[in-house]
């Protein structure tokens, strides 16, 4: 036998359903937002390594042609 609340929790299943099918859409939303910003973030990271790479190829060229000149300066 059905009692008052649980006739009442029926009738209010429709209006949880719309209430629950928008929290979804919402974070739905949420999560397409952080999958695009989060993908454009690694594009940024795998940028600034690339980056990073090239500095240190050029410390190192830099570094190595300093310590030569300062060999044939103290020769």
């Known amino acids: 036998m059905l009692t008052t609340a649980d006739i009442k929790r ?9 209430e629950l099918d ?8 949420i999560n397409d937002k952080y999958q695009r910003e989060n993908k454009v973030l690694k594009k940024e990271v795998e940028e600034l390594k690339a980056e990073l790479t090239k500095v240190k190829a050029d410390y190192e ?5 300093h310590q030569k000149e300062l060999k044939d300066l103290r020769k």
């Open 61 to 65: 060229y830099d570094n190595l042609v």
């Open 22 to 29: 928008n929290s979804l859409s919402i974070a739905l939303e």
């Open 10 to 18: 029926i009738k209010d299943a429709p209006g949880r359903v719309k």
